[in-house]
């Protein structure tokens, strides 16, 4: 698991729920731009991983399961996780 797949699930995980990265953010209870490209690199260039906090509440607030959203992680294409 690399901080890019990770990055990528959570852009998949809103897709598959209908929202933009900012929508899934802000139903979540979070700042619109927590998951904003230009938030997942530090400005000395080291990766900025999502917090768990923040999984959490995309979680809670689409009703899903941590292991729902790993498949997004385990998923190397482009395409959403069967089901």
Known sequence: MTHDDVWRAIERFAMEHGKSCSGLARCSGLDPTTFNRSKRWTKEGQPRWPSTNSISKILAST???IQEFTKFI???NNEPPNR
């Open 74 to 76: 385990d998923n190397k």
């Open 63 to 65: 009703g899903a399961s």
